[in-house]
């Protein structure tokens, strides 16, 4: 069993620092222009020929409704025909990638995000999974991790039975707070009937887990109401939740210019309302994940972590970092061996590259020997909040010290300062270290100081 996590308040004050999440490693800031559609061919080609698994995200990304605290790659309209010339694309997309790829290539695991997939009819969503189905190896016994995130205002009874009978069998739902004022102040009114009606429905359907999102740090919240929010939500007993820091970056994200920042709470208090969520949430018999990440015991991902299997890639944690990762519609990030690789996140250049049968990718990357270092040392500290040296040294033929010994300096400190333990051997991130882990992680980031801090959200 892991420790417990411990708070330590000066050590957050100290180390609660703006930089990446590590959903990949280098991150999508490094991407450039120069990887396009034959670098991905190529990635295609090798993933075929070792036969690796798949894991797809299909990004939908309507919505009828704007939150204004959303930095999501999304197209407000309630216009619901806006759907159908981007699905026609989509589904060349798919033809497109899949006949790059072997019909014996499973995919262990299935996610669609958006903006809100349930924007989508229900004919509209039987086409686009049977044209899946077409051209990809879904699994029919159930077995796969097939999620689809859920605004409960968009979705009954009946959606939810479809989707279930589609073959998902996973639900993310976004609440972020149940304030009434919080919500008015975000353009997101949503009750929890709502929810908790999507919840038992889910339940009555043998969906297999449940996910739930919320936000600390949205104009008007306080530590109490937010608190309150926290009960009602651990009443309705999800699976995993993950509870995200609200990053106000309105230069960069237009719908939060509508945001009143004097209603913002402070940063003291944005601290004791993530403080109090995770005292609670442990007391309620969750598990620190790692990463505003918070599961049952359980959980896949709280087993996978006691395994030391947990990985981490552009779906957050997973227990299916081996498989490739292909992302489907506009602005979706593929990883596929070495490649990374982003389609236009503008939706009339992604819908016109597909219309003259050419892909959509605008830019990517191709991890060198460093990165693949560099990304296997992140991923083991922020899955399992340890680093063994000699299994580093064994993948990749490296002596450690000699290899980071730019870093020790920097690694001893943290070590003075109670957030890791450092030998010879190994790194371990003690109690105290564990809500701060994406700081140990940016020591390893060679790009880090290149870029500018400003693009990333707040460790806590």
Same mark, same amino acid.
């Given at each position: 069993m892991l420790d417990a996590i411990r708070w330590d308040s000066d050590l957050i004050r100290r180390y609660d620092l703006a930089g990446p999440r590590y959903t990949s490693y280098p991150t999508a800031v490094q991407f450039?222009?120069?990887?396009?559609?034959?670098?991905?061919?190529?990635?295609? @080609?090798?993933?075929?020929?070792? *036969? %690796?698994? /798949?894991?797809l995200y299909v990004h939908v990304p309507f919505c009828a409704n704007i939150c204004y605290y959303c930095a999501c790659n999304k197209v407000i309209?309630?216009? %619901?025909? @806006?759907?159908?010339?981007?699905?026609? @694309?989509?589904?060349?997309?798919?033809?497109?990638?899949?006949?790059?790829?072997? $019909?014996?290539?499973?995919?262990? =695991? /299935?996610?669609f995000g958006g903006g809100t997939p349930t924007f989508l009819s229900h004919d509209e969503l039987r086409q686009l999974m049977a044209h899946l189905r077409k051209h990809f190896n879904l699994l029919d016994d159930d077995s796969g991790d097939y999620g689809i995130e859920i605004d409960p205002r968009e979705a009954d009874w009946s959606t939810m039975g479809l989707l279930?009978?589609?073959?998902?069998?996973?639900?993310?739902?976004?609440?972020?707070?149940?304030?009434?004022?919080?919500?008015?102040?975000?353009?997101?009114?949503?009750?929890?009937?709502?929810?908790?009606?999507?919840?038992?429905?889910?339940?009555?359907?043998?969906?297999?887990?449940?996910? &739930?999102?919320?936000?600390?740090?949205?104009?008007?919240?306080?530590?109490?109401?937010?608190a309150r929010t926290v009960e009602e939500v651990i009443s309705l007993q999800p699976d995993r939740l993950s509870v995200f820091n609200y990053a106000h970056l309105p230069e960069r994200f237009m719908p939060q210019r509508r945001i009143?920042?004097?209603?913002?709470?402070? $940063?003291?208090?944005?601290?004791?309302?993530?403080? %109090?969520?995770?005292?609670? *949430?442990?007391?309620?018999?969750? %598990?620190? &994940? !790692?990463?505003?990440?918070?599961?049952?015991?359980?959980?896949?991902?709280?087993?996978a972590q006691e395994e030391e299997t947990l990985q981490r890639n552009f779906q957050g944690y997973t227990t299916h970092g081996h498989c490739d990762l292909i992302g489907l519609g506009v602005s979706a990030i593929s990883q596929i061996g070495d490649l990374y690789c982003q389609n236009s996140s503008d939706l009339n250049e992604y819908q016109n590259s597909l219309a003259a049968a050419q892909l959509a990718t605008s830019r990517g990357l191709v991890c060198n020997a460093d990165d693949r270092l560099r990304r296997a040392v992140i991923q083991q500290l922020i899955c399992n909040f340890s680093l063994d040296f000699a299994e580093i040294e064994q993948q990749?033929? &490296?002596?450690? =010290? !000699?290899?980071? !010994?730019?870093?020790?300096?920097?690694?001893?400190?943290?070590?003075?300062?109670? *957030?890791?333990?450092?030998? @010879?051997?190994c790194i371990a991130i003690l109690p105290a270290g564990r809500l701060l882990v994406r700081s140990v992680c940016m020591v390893f980031d060679a790009y880090l100081e290149q870029q500018n801090r400003q693009r990333?959200?707040?460790?806590?």
């Open positions: 450039h222009s120069q990887v396009g559609s034959f670098d991905l061919f190529h990635a295609l @080609r090798d993933s075929r020929k070792a *036969l %690796r698994p /798949l894991s309209t309630k216009d %619901r025909g @806006r759907a159908l010339p981007y699905l026609q @694309r989509l589904e060349q997309e798919i033809q497109l990638i899949a006949c790059h790829l072997d $019909p014996a290539q499973k995919v262990e =695991q /299935l996610h279930r009978e589609l073959g998902f069998n996973r639900i993310s739902i976004g609440l972020q707070d149940l304030d009434p004022a919080v919500q008015r102040a975000v353009n997101r009114l949503q009750s929890l009937e709502e929810t908790r009606a999507v919840i038992d429905a889910a339940r009555t359907l043998q969906f297999r887990s449940i996910n &739930i999102d919320l936000i600390y740090g949205l104009p008007k919240q306080t530590p109490d109401n937010f009143n920042t004097s209603e913002l709470p402070s $940063p003291a208090q944005k601290l004791e309302m993530f403080q %109090r969520t995770t005292e609670q *949430l442990i007391a309620a018999g969750y %598990r620190y &994940i !790692g990463m505003d990440h918070f599961a049952l015991p359980d959980d896949e991902l709280a087993i990749f033929n &490296i002596d450690f =010290q !000699g290899y980071f !010994g730019a870093l020790w300096p920097q690694l001893q400190g943290m070590a003075n300062d109670g *957030l890791i333990t450092l030998d @010879r051997d990333f959200s707040r460790v806590i």
